[in-house]
């Protein structure tokens, strides 16, 4: 359909053209979601919902720098970034809904769950802070995500397989995006040596957590590991900077992102993520 | 018109010079006791044109005549954009949008790039080989922004993926 100059398309009635509000199309629409024989539903369901989870909460996080990035081309790149996790949210939040049988959209699971249901790891929640530190958050989580999805490509869930071809092609954009600034601001002057320094060893605490697998993981979570140790290394380097020895942040007896328990901020970051689908819930707009 | 040449005539909603079937999109038109089955695959996976997509297809085949119409969404295999037609290929350069080269083959683990690579690019105002890469992301996923060293243009190049 084609029309002739733009206020025409604007105002065409019951429209569901536009890319955003609540609404949209099944991604998955008229794929086969079916769970394979020999796949506990409901474990896959719980897998996704965390990687999905992961992409949803880290773009938002990527969102917010929408107006405050040091130049244009870099504003560009990250709303970019953050519009290929929230595609992979999308599918992956819609790949749950049909794994568990609920039938739940991915707006019911990003606009309507409490925090404590949310099932992202705490490093991708983390916001504020300098340029430095969105470098040093979207290095190590694009490597870890890069590394993580080579392993799920082939998945015995097809469905998840497809979602994580396709996410490899991204996020090895992101991965170099990142990476690529990494060493400009880490071989670059005193200054952004010290804050890209900084960004990293504030982070470090929260990368244990992506290693440790969780009773209802679904793959080894421990397997990109050495891909990730090998392309951390590599950047460090030239970047002049060094690998930080800082432990790990512990969780609440021991419960973690995974387990729903999150970190001081990301009840803000909800709340604004929801408040439009929680004050008008049935509204498509 | 048979349903896979209504289907084939729907164009992209951002770069409208190009079809679906130009850009690799349209995957597969079957027809079968009057009902349509049309398989599409997103480019990138957040790429927000692909309800306006569904849309268009399911518009030009319902006003040509075939009302039972279903567009599916392929993600495998992955779209690459070597899917890209000659024809597409052609329409992108005219519009001033250098098109791709080969898409990179993977074996083994993806290595990391440090620096930008070796530029190609071929600039689409004045075919100079002389371009440089100044973001990799552009006004769409699946545009890089570049400049043209010796006409000083600034152009789109989709990227090889």
Known sequence: MSFDNVYEAITEENDARWAFGTGFEDPLSGMDTSVPSGVDGARLAAYCLMLGDDALIFSHRLQEWCTNAPELEDEVAIANIALDLLGQARLLLARAGKADGSSRTEDSFAFLRAENEFRNVRLAELGGGHFGHLIARLFVFSTWRLALFQQLESSVDPVLAAIADKGVKELTYHRDYAAQWLVRLGDGTPLSHSRMQEGLDELWPYVGELFRTHPTEFVDAALPRPEFDAVLDQALAAATLVRPSSGELAGVSGRTGRDGVHTESFGYLLAELQSVARAMPDAKW | ?161
């Open chain 2, 1 to 161: 018109m048979t349903a896979a040449a209504v289907a084939a005539t729907v164009t992209d909603p951002e770069l409208p010079m190009l079809t679906l079937a130009d850009l690799g999109v349209l995957r597969s038109v079957s027809e079968s006791g009057g009902r349509v089955v049309v398989a599409i695959t997103p480019t990138y996976t957040g790429c927000p044109a692909m309800d306006t997509m569904r849309d268009d297809l399911e518009h030009a085949l319902v006003s040509a005549g075939y009302p039972d119409v279903e567009i599916r969404t392929q993600l495998s295999p992955a779209w690459t954009s070597d899917w890209i037609s000659a024809s597409g290929r052609r329409k992108l350069a005219a519009a001033g949008i250098a098109p791709p080269g080969a898409a990179p083959r993977r074996s083994g683990p993806i290595p990391l790039t440090l620096s930008a690579p070796v530029s190609r690019v071929l600039c689409p105002h004045c075919g100079s080989a002389d371009t440089e890469e100044q973001s990799r992301f552009g006004a769409t996923a699946c545009k890089a922004l570049r400049r043209c060293r010796a006409c000083l243009e600034p152009f789109e190049h989709v990227k090889e993926i």
